[in-house]
Structures are given as C-alpha cells and as structure tokens.
C-alpha cells in the first residue's frame, strides 16, 4: 500500500456509516452527556458497549500516555466479559503504542498480521487477538493518549470500525481535558473535582477516593448480612463495578498520562543504554545517507566486521527490537523531529 493510499484511507470524514454504527455512537454520546463530570468510568463503559455493538468485541482499553518518559497509564481495561486490573508502566519502543505515537495514525491488525500487536504484554486470556485496531488521542500535536479495540474473531474491524472508534476517542479527549485552562468553558471553576493538577488537586482526588472506599466498606458489611443469595450476588457485583470505577477515576487524574509542562521537557535518550562504541555504530546505520551496511561501518570505526556485527546484536538486544531498520525510527521517535516513522508507516 502506497503512503497516499494509507494518508487517504485514514481520512475519517471519507467513512460512510451505516445507521446501526450511527445510533449506537449517538446513543453513547447521550450516556456521556448524561454521567456526572467525574464518572470517567461511565464514559469508558459507554464507548466500550458503543464499538461493542458494532463489531465483534473481546477486549476493549484506554490508555493515558506521555511521550517524555514513555509512560503510559490505562484507566480502563475490559477482556471477555471482565473488567481488568489497570495500572502504570513504561511502553516498550517497538510495540503498538511507540509505532502510534510516532506515526499519529491508527494502527490496524490487518496492515502487518499482528506483527507489532504481538510484542505487546498481554492481558486478559492470554491468547493472541486475530484483529485489532489502535487509535491516538491527539491533541495540539502530541499524542496523549490511545484507544484499543481486540477480537479473537479475525476481519472484523473494518474502515467503519476504525472511523466509529476515532470518533469515540475525540470524545474521550474532551472529557478528560474539561478543565484545561485553554478551554474558553473552564469547567474546573465549577467542578472542583475534575482538577487533577499539583499538590491540591492530587489531594482532592485522593480525598474522592477516600470517600469511595469508606462508602464500599459500609455496603459490604450490609452485603454480609443479607440471607437471599440472588439479592446478595447482585449486590457483590455492583461493588465489583464500584471498585474499577475507583481506579478508573483515580487512574484518569493521577496516572502517568501527559502533562503539558512536562510533554515540554527535553525526550529521554532512547540510546542511553549504549556503551560508546555501539552508539557510534547506531550514529553511521542511522546516518542521513542510510545504513552503509557491515563493511562498510567497520572501515569507518577502523574494527572488523563480526566487530559490528557484535555490537549490533548487542543494541538491537538492549532496545528491544528485532531488526536494525527500526533503529532510525527508534533514534527519530527520541527527537522533536517526527518527521520519520517506523517501519512500514507512512509519516503524517
């Protein structure tokens, strides 16, 4: 497939959708519109359910993530049937959500068979999805954030899939950014709330939490003394469906996502782990003029060659990647330049 070919098929606005993909976005418009300014968690739920309705569903994510550090924070997580713990963590450089975030593109399953899917940790049933698609959150930019779509049934995520969840994932941005102080509605000033900035915020939403977890507290000791076993398996799942609301919430506002002071601080070297020697090497592969190949990198470092093969086994092994290709995309991914993406992307 040619770059044109992927710039147009990406075009959101050139997607017909079908009247059933229609109501049910709308109808998770109207569940977002409805929940209260600080029930993220009904907002995940209603895009799940949405993209669920549409397609053949069995995993469903949000992720919240800064470019900085390559931290990434997912508030929400869904796999057959089951919400799922959710958690921090630092995402590779050579998986789905590096090969978005430098590319500021959806990922589909079916452009590289799963290739970059599968170098993922996964969750869930631990069984590799038969199609996917990954969408960016994007913002002045950068990319804040990504919204992830799984099946075990292989082909059904379609161009319409894709346009649906893209739409969706605008939609999450808007709720999570609310209170940002460029908005000419500062929805903070009268959702106190929402405010997930310095030590104030960290302590409301502490304090929010707090209150959750007290109130949980109360209604399982009421659970405990409830006879009816159909009444008390209803009641155990609702507090189930609280807790993840809890993380969810807390997760949102405190977890690693981006940080626009912070998206402002200089990259970390993706390269700091080399010795010199396997820099120098990664500076000539990765050179303007493109890789020179062995012999040729072996006569500029005035080594032998099984030299650099050495060395280059020993970067591609630090990094985590397979193949010295994606070395440039992973030295261009480090800089403020976006200019190049990775392997078999097409750059915006």
Known sequence: ?????????????DTVLSDSTIRALRYADQVIHEADRADVFTVYDACRAAIGAITV???????????DDRRISYPYLFSNGS???AGTMTYGPAGVVAWVVASRRPYRYQDDQGALLNRGIRFGDLEPSADAVVV?????????????????????????VVAALTWLAAVLLDRIQAVSPRRRLNLGAVYPELEDAGRAGTLMAVNHATSALTALAAEIELVGGLDDAEERAAALSRLSRRCFEVQAALIT?????ADPDAQRE??????????????SVVDLVTGPDGDPGNAAVA????IGTATVKTHMASVLAKLGLEHRSELRWL??????????????????
């Open 1 to 13: 497939m040619t770059a044109q070919a992927r710039d147009q098929r990406w075009k959101g606005d």
């Open 57 to 67: 569903l069995d995993d469903f994510y949000v992720a919240l993530l800064r470019e």
């Open 83 to 85: 919400y799922a713990e």
């Open 136 to 160: 960016p959150m994007l913002t002045e930019g950068r990319v804040v954030g990504a919204v992830g779509a799984l099946s075990d049934t292989p082909g059904v995520m379609t161009d319409e």
């Open 253 to 257: 506002r405190l977890g690693g996502h």
């Open 266 to 279: 200089r990259r970390t070297d993706p390269l700091e782990a080399l010795s010199p020697r396997e820099r």
């Open 299 to 302: 006569k500029a470092l005035g």
């Open 331 to 348: 030295v261009r991914s480090g800089e403020d330049d976006r200019d190049v993406g990775p392997p078999g992307a097409t750059t915006l």
